[in-house]
């Protein structure tokens, strides 16, 4: 009997299909951004809601079609290096071919270029069904948008000609080559080397790159790689770096325009504990001293460039983790309207049916957690994008709000949706409770998947130290003027709302909190930057909590004024759980700021007073 | 070849259902529309035989204003341009004598649709365009390619398919799997805006019937788990219970 149950019931076929809100995307871009203003900007006159909602379909129907079908077995079949080179799904050479045909890897960029002017506003949300439907196949276009970008804004007319085109098809992949083996966080002590040839921006490369994302694999006829390297006898340090394009096929100058190998070996492919589906490679670069790499823009500029692109990357992390995090959370919501089990501690009788897990006030609270993290984090991140596309095609005071509060807030926006998703992605691991450890539910994977994020594009340490140590008093702190006065105007719209006074105050608190708790480490840092930083970390989760209460306070205002309107039940109840998830973050997150700040004001430095021999 | 494919514009199938002004109207906040899905079959194999074929693929829908989201869908697909009679589509009869209107002053090779909507679910209007254009029409169409002037297809009947020869013009409603249903490219979204899409008014048709009103169906029960063995209890509450022995 109890088999049989089982079986029947909680194997469902058909629920990875809820892995997104279209709801709460339409919410977000329409209600409250007001993505539409975007489209008075002749760049982007072309576009309105239409073709956006018609690109967020499209996304939809590639991603149930494509994309998350695959979401398991490409977890199961991880990538393997077989002769030297990784074989990847054989289902990717598809969905790679289908973003380059359909035209989502050159979309932002410029009719000229082929591109449709699309705002990364939309773009990104259009990322965020992709990434929820499946993480891994997600990133392969991903990459090479970035990388045909760096190519695009940098590079000579030779370099965008030779390689963008191919890159925009999927015939070609891109990549990001930073990290090496004694070079992660600290890109300045980077040893991949750049001898200049008897040709004018073309060098001989040597030294070896790791960890990187989709290095190598056969979905695509070549990979072109971005690669961070020094040019021998320049600078030490950061201000000695250069990016180059180094494709692992040079093309040969003859009639037919052949490829060549380029001397870029793959020594391995890393086994991971999720995000299998991507192939990550351990790089030898110019091992036979035959690798030519064509210098991007100035020489030593190179990390300057590539970090003009990593606020969108890293953008493009946060809406990762919290795609992820999403797909865990419609995932555990559905398992928990569906499973039978205990009573209500209200109503015990034996004789009744056992109860659905979604009635317990503990489930209810996992459920409400992930709910007010992830939907709180995505209005951020597509915030952030609407900045990107402001700092884009704006002029004057908006340009530069935009750009100031996008670099601002960008370490927020990466990392704690990443710290974050962690935890939410465990807490759908937990609703299904045995289930939810076994390998016949998603939830694992989510769970495993979820934790690269806050390592990749740079650790939550890193971003700690950016925040505090660079972000904060960036141009005198006009950045977090810009932001004050931001989440001042939400407080203030948010007081005229019956209902929302309250929340109102506890921002207002909270923002003052973080604003004295910021003094207060600015104090120290001139007599000692190292107690200073030493928990920027946890600066870092204040601030992101605050920034989030701010996001929530702004939903909830817009659904406490849309809630009398709704007529359709559907409606209502979407607006009264916006209302309830803008509760519980208060209720259970927001008020972690206190005791974070009770940490960051105290005079007891145990981290930095610890010593390595007393662990 | 002039293809015409007839497009309805029907809420989502997930969609929560609920009536207003005392049941005789849907309502329609919050309820995402699609391009109904039998027609997104007939679009999508009308797109493969103009690429196979050449012509042109006008798309037509009955109905107001607010569809034509899914007109410019459907132009982000491959059609070319787009009529829309401005209208409710309030019964098949109507809707068929719009079409039919339309589609003699077009003169189309092919009038594709779905072989129903999947709102009101008639699965008529393909016979009556058919009809009243007196020319032939056929449904359920699951397979179609054109030979010259000859259309060859397959029709779905009870146990099996039918496979027909037939002389153009034709009707047919359409289901799977005779295409698989298009994605639009980046290019066909942002080409689609400026495709051209006529609005025209609707013709008199005499009103065939009126509307009462509209239920739902009762809520589904609750589900009960019976032993796979025990057969005894499971007559026994199809008859007490189900009431259906
Ligand atoms: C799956 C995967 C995909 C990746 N894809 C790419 C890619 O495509 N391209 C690419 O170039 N790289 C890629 N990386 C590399 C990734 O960006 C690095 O792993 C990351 O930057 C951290 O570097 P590291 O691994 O050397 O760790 P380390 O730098 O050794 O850091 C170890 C720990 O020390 C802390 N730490 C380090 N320095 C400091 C400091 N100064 N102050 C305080 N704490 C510090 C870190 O926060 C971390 O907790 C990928 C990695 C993985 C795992």
């Not at chain 1, 040597?206 to 990979?223: L, T």
């Not at chain 1, 959370?329 to 056992?354: N, T, V, W």
């Not at chain 1, 908006?398 to 807490?427: N, V």
């Not at chain 1, 990749?456 to 006009?478: F, P, S």
């Amino acid at each position: 009997m109890a088999l049989f149950c089982i079986t029947s019931i909680y194997k469902l076929p058909n629920m990875a299909h809820s892995f997104y809100s279209k709801r709460d995307l339409q919410f977000n871009l329409y209600e409250l951004l007001n993505a539409e203003q975007l489209t008075q900007y002749g760049y982007y006159q072309d576009h309105d809601r239409e073709s956006f909602e018609m690109i967020l379909d499209a996304a939809e129907q590639i991603s149930e079609k494509m994309l998350r079908p695959l979401l398991t077995e490409m977890d199961r079949q991880e990538p393997q290096l077989v002769d030297g080179k990784i074989r990847v799904h054989e289902g990717m050479k598809a969905i790679v071919k289908r973003f380059g045909e359909d035209g989502w890897i050159n979309a932002l960029f410029s009719y000229e270029e082929g591109g449709q002017q699309l705002p990364i506003t939309v773009q990104n949300a259009a990322a965020f069904i992709f990434q929820a439907a499946n993480y891994s196949a997600s990133v392969f276009p991903f990459l090479t948008t970035g990388a045909s970008n760096l190519i695009r804004t940098f590079g000579s007319k030779q370099l965008i000609d030779t390689y963008t085109p191919l890159m925009y098809s999927g015939a070609w992949q891109g990549t990001m080559a930073l990290t090496e083996p004694d070079a992660g966080s600290s890109l300045s002590d980077i040893s991949t080397s750049a001898e200049p040839t008897d040709e004018e921006g073309t060098y001989r490369i040597k030294g070896q790159k790791i960890y990187i994302s989709c290095g190598d694999h056969d979905a695509c006829e070549n990979v072109i790689h971005l690669m961070l390297a020094k040019i021998k006898g320049g600078p030490a340090g950061t201000k000695g770096i250069s990016l180059f394009v180094v494709p692992q096929k040079r093309l040969i100058v003859d009639a037919n325009q052949n490829l060549i190998d380029n001397d870029v070996q793959t020594a391995g492919v890393y086994h991971k504990m999720g995000y299998k589906g991507a192939p990550i490679a351990h790089l030898m670069v110019g091992s036979n001293d035959n690798c030519l790499g064509y210098l991007v823009g100035e020489p030593h500029k190179g990390l300057n460039y590539m970090f003009q692109m990593m606020n969108e990357a890293r953008v493009g992390v946060g809406t990762n983790a919290v795609a992820i995090g999403t797909a865990a959370y419609y995932a555990s919501l559905q398992y928990a309207k569906e499973r039978p089990q205990g009573r209500l501690i209200s109503d015990k009788d034996p004789s009744k049916p056992q109860s659905l897990i979604v009635r317990h006030a503990d489930v209810k609270r996992m459920l409400l957690f992930q709910k007010s993290i992830v939907e709180g984090a995505l209005s951020l991140l597509l915030q952030c994008g609407l900045w990107s596309d402001l700092a884009h095609v704006a002029e004057g005071e908006t340009k530069e709000r935009a750009e100031l509060l996008l670099d601002l807030l960008t370490p927020i926006a990466k990392s704690y949706p990443s710290e974050m998703c962690c935890q939410t992605t465990s807490a759908a691991v937990q609703i299904l409770g045995g289930a939810g450890y076994t390998t016949d539910f998603p939830v694992e994977q989510f769970y495993r998947e979820a934790r690269i994020h806050p390592i990749h594009e740079g650790t939550t340490g890193i971003h700690g130290l950016d925040l505090l140590g660079r972000k904060i008093v960036m141009k005198n702190g006009k950045a977090v003027q810009y932001l004050m006065q931001e989440m001042y105007q939400t407080i203030v719209a948010a007081r005229s709302v019956s209902g929302l006074e309250n929340k109102a105050n506890e921002l207002e608190e909270s923002v003052t909190t973080l604003s004295k708790t910021t003094a207060h480490l600015l104090s120290i840092a001139p007599q000692n930057t190292e107690l200073f930083l030493a928990d920027a970390t946890l600066y870092l989760e204040m601030f992101g909590i605050t920034t989030i209460a701010w996001q929530w306070l702004k939903q909830a205002t817009v659904a406490a004024q849309a809630l009398p309107n709704a007529t359709a039940e559907a409606e209502q109840n979407f607006y009264q759980g916006k209302l309830m998830a803008a509760r519980y973050f208060f209720e259970y997150e927001l008020v972690k700021v206190q005791s974070l700040a009770t940490r960051l004001l105290s005079h007891d430095h145990v981290t930095v007073e610890m010593q390595t021999a007393w662990f | 070849m002039k293809i015409l494919v007839c497009i309805t514009n029907v809420p989502d199938t997930t969609a929560k259902i609920a009536f207003i002004d005392n049941d005789t109207k849907l309502n329609k906040a919050g309820v995402q529309y699609i391009i109904g899905p039998y027609d997104d079959y007939a679009l999508a194999r009308a797109v493969e035989l103009k690429e196979q074929h050449g012509g042109s693929i006008t798309v037509l829908n009955v109905g107001e204003a607010d569809g034509e989201q899914q007109i410019r869908k459907a132009l982000a697909i491959g059609a070319d341009d787009a009529i829309r009679v401005n209208c409710e589509p309030s019964d098949s009869y109507f809707v068929a004598a719009q079409i039919a209107h339309c589609a003699k002053e077009g003169s189309y090779d092919l009038i594709l649709m779905g072989r129903e909507s999947i709102d009101f679910n008639s699965g008529v209007v393909h016979g009556l365009v058919g009809e009243m254009l007196n020319i032939p029409s056929f449904s359920p169409v699951m397979k179609l390619d054109i030979d010259g002037n000859t259309a060859k297809f397959a029709r779905e009947i009870e146990g099996g398919k039918e496979y027909l020869e037939a002389s153009l013009p034709l009707v047919l409603g359409c289901q799977e799997p005779i295409a698989e249903w298009k994605i639009p490219n980046m290019r066909g979204i942002m080409t689609a805006r400026t495709k051209p899409l006529n609005v025209v008014e609707p013709v008199a048709v005499p009103e065939a019937a009126t509307l009462e009103k509209y239920t739902l169906p009762a809520p589904k029960g609750a589900v009960k788990m019976i032993a796979a063995d025990d057969v005894e209890s499971l007559i026994a509450l199809l008859k007490s219970e189900a009431k259906v022995l």
